[in-house]
């Protein structure tokens, strides 16, 4: 799921980008934008996806790490557009991840 939501805000992105260049007639555009298609049909993937993750898992435990799909954004849009990253950018990344392995890895109590 992660990586269809990265690969959502990519088709987002190359879907705006192009909208952005077309000076008022944005709308239309982004319509008719297979980007646009694109990203609606990763996220009607991810929602089918979640529910079935939903299904099997507690959500206190499920939801935390979608938190992953900040990580992969970030290092995609560094890689795809050449956005910069910050060394506190770098670190929140590192505290999402190590917070994922706790979330993971913690045995619930009962």
């Known amino acids: 799921m992660p990586l269809l939501n990265t690969a959502q805000q990519l088709l987002l ?55 992953i799909s900040y990580v992969f954004v970030m290092a995609v849009a560094w890689l795809a557009f050449g956005e910069a990253v910050s060394v506190l950018q770098l670190a929140g990344s590192g505290l999402i991840l190590i917070g994922i392995w706790c979330i993971a890895t913690a045995v619930p109590s009962h």
């Open 13 to 67: 992105k190359r879907s705006a980008e192009e909208a952005a260049r077309t000076h008022g007639e944005w709308l239309f555009h982004i319509l008719s934008s297979p980007w646009f298609f694109a990203a609606i049909a990763a996220e009607i993937a991810c929602f089918a996806i979640w529910m079935t993750v939903l299904s099997q898992l507690d959500i206190s435990r499920a939801f935390p790490l979608s938190a």
